[in-house]
């Protein structure tokens, strides 16, 4: 599966990669040289820590790298009155008659704690394209699904302060 990404995330991601390899990876390699002189590497903790943060490090480039070579390239426009990308909107859960604001995002910078959800996710699927008003049809699978409406609409800019998630 290809994840959709705004070329705002493309160069989040970058921007991360390119730090990792000029100062995190020079950071891990020195600390492998330092912890490999304290002597005998068989019972030498620190050794064994440093290489695990500096492959650890060298996973995630690799893993950035291909995210952004197999990503689908999104836009994040959308017309003022209907829900697109880097919009907070404002819901209406019918079934527990509560409200809930949430931003959507693409799935990199998801994090539901901070209401933060992904346009890929059931709620954000289903809400994309919708106006203030509409009653949509959240469908989680094939046995249930909830009626939320959209209460509001309010048009933000990705300013980059949403950050991606790591693993």
Known sequence: MHDQLTENDIKRLEEEIEYRKLVVRKEAIAAVKEARE??????NFEYYAA???????????????RMIKTARVISDDSRQDEV????????YFEDE??????????????NSLEGRI???????RAIM???VGDRVFVKV????????????IEKTVDDGSDRIRSF
């Open 141 to 152: 699978n094939d046995k249930f699904g909830y009626y939320v409406v959209i209460r509001s």
């Open 84 to 91: 697109g990308l880097n919009n907070t909107v404002t819901l």
């Open 97 to 110: 008659d509560e409200e809930e604001t949430y931003k959507i995002v693409t799935t990199i910078r998801e």
């Open 118 to 124: 992904s346009n890929e996710s059931p709620i954000g």
């Open 38 to 43: 304290h002597g005998d590497l068989s019972e």
């Open 51 to 65: 290489k695990r943060d500096k492959n650890k490090n060298e996973s995630r480039i690799r893993y950035l790298e």
């Open 129 to 131: 394209r919708h106006k």
